[in-house]
């Protein structure tokens, strides 16, 4: 037992004055060889020489021998971080610095508010459906009674793939691909994605969201649709919002119309607002009665059952409800924009 204890302060003398000598990794590498090498390290011989030891020396001489290791070895990794181009981290770790915060995830404001809107109508009833953005001239057109030369296509312009496949203008064809598969009662909402010929401003781009709304069943008359539409606007807005319908005209619904609500960032109050132009108004969606000649290319009978249809811009109303001026902001990943919408 003496006698491995005194080899193991030569040993520990030799590796002191060995490692003072280490240069690089090829020394580094020999050293650790030298002591930890299985065949012929100094290490391993120690062990060999346990076995010439009594059943009670046993014991105490691995618990030497280990801590002998364990020396080695922490000494070795201090070499290997003192090596020039190695393990700088462990030398340059700066304890007094402020940690690196982490960036998580979050949605965007767009779907933030389409998240509002689908549940707004989930808690009415209304199921999620969606649809392709690349659809074919007959669902994006025909189907919705819009015949191929029609001037109303004009207002519905948009990138064509080939001659019959197309960039949707509108949520509207998941309409039909809906009621193809789906007889009444049908309550749905469809957000997505839709593109067109648009010249790009402050409120325009070639890409933005619509929210598609379709209710179809026995009985269903503009009643249901002004009254559903006035509660989802006031939950959205505000209790006292005030909300207008105006005729107007779409090909797939029969009577149209479209609905303003009042200018949220003027309160009806500048003659020189920028948003409502002065007009205190401002127009957000489009909706009517499905018309008859929609619910036959779809089978379902006209005399029996009856529906309504709107379509309402998400990223132009996100803008009036957040009070931006300006639509490009949603789509520039400019994180200090986008981390706004996040701050819950
Ligand atoms: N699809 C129409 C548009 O994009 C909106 C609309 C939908 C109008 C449903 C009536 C019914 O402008």
């Not at 971080?81 to 190695?86: A, I, K, N, V």
Request: aromatic share 12%; glycine share 8%.
């Amino acid at each position: 037992m003496t006698n491995l204890k005194g080899k193991i302060e030569e040993y520990k003398k030799k590796f002191a004055e060995e490692s003072a000598r280490v240069r690089d990794e090829k020394g580094l590498a020999e050293l650790r060889n030298e002591f930890l090498g299985r065949k012929k390290g100094c290490l391993t011989s120690l062990f060999d020489e346990m076995k010439g030891l009594s059943a009670a020396e046993k014991p105490g001489a691995g618990l030497l021998i280990n801590a002998f290791k364990d020396h080695i070895q922490e000494k070795l990794t201090l070499l290997e971080g003192g090596l020039p181009g190695r393990g700088r981290a462990a030398r340059s770790i700066d304890l007094t610095l402020p940690g690196r915060s982490l960036y998580w995830g979050a949605p965007h404001p767009v779907v933030l508010f389409q998240q509002e809107i689908e549940n707004i109508f989930m808690g009415m009833g209304f199921a999620i459906e969606d649809g392709p953005e690349i659809e074919t001239d007959y669902y994006n057109f025909e189907a919705l009674n819009f015949p191929p030369h029609h001037p109303a296509r004009d207002s519905w312009d948009t990138l064509y793939i080939t001659d019959n496949l197309l960039l949707r203008t509108h949520t509207s064809p998941v309409q039909i691909r809906v009621m193809e598969k789906k007889k009444p009662p049908i309550r749905i909402i469809i957000p997505g994605r839709v593109y067109r010929r648009e010249t790009t401003d402050p409120t325009h781009l070639p890409m933005f969201y619509q929210v598609e709304g379709l209710v179809v069943d026995a009985g269903i008359t503009f009643a249901h649709l002004k009254g559903t539409l006035e509660y989802f606007l006031r939950t959205m807005f505000g209790e006292k919002l005030k909300v207008r319908f105006r005729p107007s005209f779409f090909p797939f619904t029969e009577p149209s119309a479209e609905v303003d609500i009042e200018c949220i960032v003027c309160g009806q109050k500048d003659k020189s607002c920028r948003v409502c132009g002065g007009t205190g108004w401002k127009e957000i969606l489009g909706a009517g009665m499905v018309d008859p000649q929609v619910f036959k290319n779809v089978n379902i009978d006209p005399e029996k059952y009856s529906g309504w249809a709107f379509g309402m811009g998400i990223d132009r109303t996100a803008m009036l409800s957040y009070q931006i001026p300006e639509m490009r902001f949603f789509y520039e990943n400019d994180l200090r924009f986008l981390r706004q919408f996040n701050l819950k």
